[in-house]
């Protein structure tokens, strides 16, 4: 196997496995863990109108539309049309959001102290630099991708 397939195998396997423990031990009560997110994205918001908390978790607009219009459902925020700009959407969150955000415990922390535990002391600062060199590169992937299929064309299209 030669190190690009090393790579893409282990790479690939980390986010399956990092995915799998964020939803076995991340606890948000009844909320997902991205839901939680968006809670506190929206806590912690000056601005908080759908295209800035979609830009502010990195997700797309029509994620972003679908996740509030659940948290909406069920209570934890409200929408509303800005005044002056009525093509622009704000969010709020109600009394049972802000709630949810001072009650529940939805953290990775304690998963991901438990992880970095285990690695050896001597390797920690060499595993966290090769993590932060994989995030830069990834990056430009990301936004690359997120162009391309903005204008419908295919994945390929940008490289």
Do not use: W
Not at 22 to 40: H, I, K, M
Not at 92 to 120: F, H, Q
């Amino acid at each position: 196997m030669t190190q690009h397939e090393r790579f893409a195998r282990a790479l690939a396997t980390i986010a399956r496995r990092v995915s799998k423990l964020r939803s076995a031990e991340v606890c948000c009560g009844g909320l997902t863990p991205e839901q939680f997110e968006t809670l506190r994205a929206l806590a912690a918001s000056t601005d908080p109108s759908m295209g800035r908390l979609s830009t502010a978790l990195g997700v797309d607009l029509s994620t972003m539309s679908r996740n509030i219009s659940v948290l909406q459902r069920e209570g934890y925020v409200e929408r509303t049309r800005h005044p002056d700009d009525s093509r622009v959407v704000t969010v709020a969150l109600t009394r049972k959001g802000a709630n949810a955000l001072e009650t529940l415990r939805c953290d990775e922390r304690d998963v991901m102290a438990r992880l970095y535990s285990r690695i050896p002391a001597g390797s920690r600062a060499t595993a966290l630099q090769a993590l932060e060199l994989v995030q830069t590169a990834l990056d430009p992937e990301v936004e690359a991708t997120a162009a391309c299929c903005a204008n419908d064309q295919p994945k390929n299209a940008t490289r």
